[in-house]
């Protein structure tokens, strides 16, 4: 379907070409025509030399006359409309009535029947050089039988006016078909060329007008971007887009590593991102690491605005997906990565304590599943005692007091050794790596028991931990369920200890 569709467009293409060059082809044509007016003159002299001894100079005048006629007519039509074909086929028509007149006054022709369909292919369309030939031909074949019985007398070789005619038409016969035959080819001919130049500039359009996009896409992505560079690996060189004057810098591979753009960039870098910045900005191991691939980007921090975004793009490519031609971008993503970073803590936090939950917990579960523990890994359980009680007796206002009393201890508690998580009403979690645990209890225990709410006067938290230095063969999964095993018995213990039926609590 789209190979029709594009022979389609070319067929229409040819056409419209066609038409466009038809007014040049009717002034060479009407060229043609004014010469033929020198055809009465030219027959003359024959006359006066004895060459010819029929015709005669009235009949010179007769075609010189009618020559100029078509002359004429034909200027005037293809003044009045210079692209139209209807002018020159009318014109043919009456030379070849002419040539037909002149073949009748006994002017020997052979080849200069011919004339008018070779004159016929200068308008470059199959249907009218089929028609002037088929007419043509008829001409030649009537004119040639009304003059084989005068001209039988001529030619004493022959014996009767049929078989004379079936002679001179023989031979006309095969010249017309070789001529035809020439003609045709001379068409094909043509119209391959023209359709080599249509494509030729087809191509060319298509070049440029792919070339004005991509100049168009880089000049609005050098609006886009705080700083786009053009990276040509097969001229070596690099231009910024941003540079007005598009000025191209030489590219000294593999001596020069990075770009001029990145040696400038590199010094607001932050200290503890330089490495990774200068590994990923190496020009030298770009096309590999891009190969087969549109993008590769990664975000460092610059000590003045922030986060910023390098990226490389690929523009052009070999067969096997080596980039040739890429572009380097800077964007700052400062404003971007901040809201990100909101939005992680509005999903990795519990918004009544701004501890880490149950979410959180279970992500960086996963993540401890992936590897081996630290010898000092320690997982903590927590339960406030008594919530249940305070929300019944004195409301939730009070209860959530208890709940954010309980993490405020806990992060004091734990402070830099790991991270505590709210992963329930009054459940709490932490992932530690101390040597100390029972410091850490005892931290805890004495922050509890220095808190003093305006709606609770106290805060108690059951604690269980497990140890990994307890546990050398166990998993998370095996420590966290110790842990809350050893919150529990803690629970019953704060429970017996106190007289607190557990069922009414």
């Known amino acids: 379907m ?9 067929k229409h293409m040819f056409n419209s070409f066609v ?12 060229r043609i025509f004014w010469m033929l007016i020198a055809a ?10 004895g060459t010819f001894t029929i015709i005669s100079y009235t009949d010179c005048a007769i075609i010189s006359g009618v020559a100029f006629a078509v002359a004429l007519f034909h200027y005037v039509m293809v003044k009045r409309h210079p692209d139209s074909p209807v002018a020159g086929v009318v014109s043919l028509v009456v030379i070849d009535c002419m040539i037909a007149y002149l073949a009748y006054g006994n002017v020997p022709l052979t080849l200069t029947w011919y004339l008018v369909p070779l004159l016929s292919i200068l308008l470059c369309n199959r249907g009218i050089y089929l028609g002037m030939t088929l007419f ?7 004119t040639t039988w009304f003059a084989a019985e005068r001209d039988l007398f001529l030619a004493r070789n022959f014996h009767s006016v049929m078989t004379y005619f079936v002679d001179k038409l023989s031979g006309y016969s095969i010249e017309v078909i070789f001529m035809f035959v020439s003609g045709l080819i001379l068409i094909n001919l043509v119209e391959a060329h023209y359709n080599a130049l249509i494509r030729e500039q087809k191509t060319v359009k298509d070049q440029e007008a792919e070339n004005e996009e991509k100049v168009a896409v880089l000049d609005s992505m050098a609006e886009i971007y705080d700083n786009v560079n053009l990276i040509d690996f097969t001229e070596k060189t690099e231009m910024s ?8 810098h030489v590219i000294d591979l593999p001596r020069q590593t990075h770009t001029l753009m990145n040696q400038r960039i590199r010094d607001n870098v932050m200290p503890d991102q330089f490495d990774r910045f200068w590994e990923f900005t190496d020009i030298t191991t770009v096309p590999e690491r891009l190969t087969g691939k549109k993008i590769i980007s990664a975000d460092f921090i610059d000590v003045v605005s922030g986060w910023f975004r390098a990226q490389y793009i690929t523009v052009e490519a070999t067969a096997e997906g080596v980039p040739t031609v890429v572009i380097y971008t800077i964007r700052n993503v400062d404003e971007e990565k901040q809201r990100e970073e909101r939005l992680i803590r509005v999903a990795m936090t519990d918004e009544l304590t701004r501890l880490y939950n149950r979410r959180s917990f279970e992500e960086d579960l996963t993540e401890l599943r992936k590897q081996p523990l630290p010898e000092n ?13 305070v929300n ?19 992060v004091l508690s734990v402070g830099s050794l790991g991270k505590v998580y709210r992963t329930g009403g009054d459940e709490f979690m932490a992932i530690l790596y101390t040597d100390d645990p029972d410091r850490v209890c005892a ?5 509890t028991g220095e808190w003093r709410g305006v709606h609770c006067e106290a805060l108690s938290l059951s604690v269980g931990y497990a140890a990994l230095a307890n546990y050398p063969d166990h998993t998370v999964d095996d420590l966290e369920r110790i842990s809350d095993a050893a919150m529990y018995a803690d629970k019953e213990r704060h429970y017996l200890e106190n007289g607190i039926d557990r069922r009414r609590r």
């Open 2 to 10: 789209e190979k029709k569709k594009g022979m389609d467009r070319l």
């Open 19 to 30: 038409l466009g060059t038809m007014a040049r082809d009717n002034k060479y044509l009407n």
């Open 40 to 49: 009465g003159p030219l027959i003359a002299i024959g006359i006066l030399s």
């Open 136 to 142: 043509n031909f008829a001409l030649m074949a009537a």
């Open 241 to 248: 887009l941003r540079d007005r004057n598009h000025v191209k």
């Open 377 to 389: 890994f320690v997982m903590f359980s927590f339960d406030v005692n008594g919530l249940k009680t």
């Open 392 to 410: 019944d007796t004195l409301g939730h206002a009070a209860g959530d007091e208890l709940i954010k009393g309980a993490a405020d201890c806990l």
């Open 443 to 447: 931290e805890i225990s004495m922050k």
